[in-house]
């Protein structure tokens, strides 16, 4: 019973820290260099990481599939399969798991930090609204970001699928790209971004309210980051299959 009074506490919690911020972000938003600042954190910084995690996931769909589909001699749709499988599935999540791991950690860790160290009361002593401060900006940059990212992931892995198929299993380049391109549409790639942004939602909110509630000192803070990113992963992936079912 104590763990599920916890959950639901818990729960309840940063729902109400998720309103707060949507209130703070609508009636006295950030200021843009704060933006700007997470922007760089979540999203710039993270793009060589991503880049190559999604040309070499293109490059591992290829592989995976290729004997089967020459089985039936049809290597030419192996293009759709990787443009489809990227935009809608494999881009956001891996992107969202990959955000949660470097950049949502962070966020709990900076966060439960200055929680520790009194920082956030010191905040509030000089009338800062440390959510204004610390959580909206965050909540808009991964806004931002997490869907540049995923159209980044999916570009890199169209070309690492391309490379791997065309150059290691002689794939017609031609029918590569054309048969990506029938099969297709832009509410496969709209509907992956879609998820982008309620995973960022997630991974941000998560983060924050873990790093935000913790005590204990400096274990306090090693706890709130695991707990954060953990729980973030795992909310990815449940809510992906209802985005997923809702979308698709």
């Known amino acids: 019973m104590e763990k599920i009074k916890n959950f639901v506490e818990h729960t309840g919690a940063a729902f109400l820290l998720f309103l707060e911020t949507l209130k703070v972000i609508i009636l006295s938003p950030p200021k843009v260099k704060h933006i700007l600042k997470y922007m760089e954190e ?72 200055m929680k520790i160290t009194e920082q956030i009361d010191a905040l509030k002593v000089m009338a800062v609204n440390p959510v204004r401060y610390l959580i909206a900006p965050r909540l808009i940059a991964s806004l931002l970001m997490v869907p540049a990212l995923v159209i980044l992931s999916y570009t890199f892995g169209l070309l690492g699928g391309y490379f791997v198929g065309v150059n290691l299993y002689g794939i017609n380049p031609y029918l590569f790209v054309e048969k990506m391109k029938d099969f297709t549409e832009l509410y496969d790639i709209l509907g992956g971004l879609y998820k982008s942004m309620g995973f960022a939602t997630i991974i941000t909110i998560v983060s924050c309210y873990f790093g935000y509630v913790t005590k204990g000192g400096a274990e306090g803070v090693g706890r709130s980051t695991t707990t954060a990113v953990v729980v973030s992963s795992v909310l990815v992936l449940i809510v992906d299959y209802f985005l997923t079912a809702i979308i698709y």
């Open 42 to 113: 979540i999203g710039v910084t993270a793009a060589p990481l991503i880049a190559i995690t999604g040309f070499f996931t293109g490059g591992v769909l290829v592989v995976e599939t290729y004997p089967t589909f020459h089985k039936f001699n049809a290597e030419f749709l192996i293009g759709a399969l990787v443009s489809l499988s990227l935009s809608r599935e494999l881009s956001p999540v891996l992107v969202a798991l990959l955000v949660t791991a470097r950049s949502g950690s962070a966020m709990a860790a900076n966060i439960g930090t």
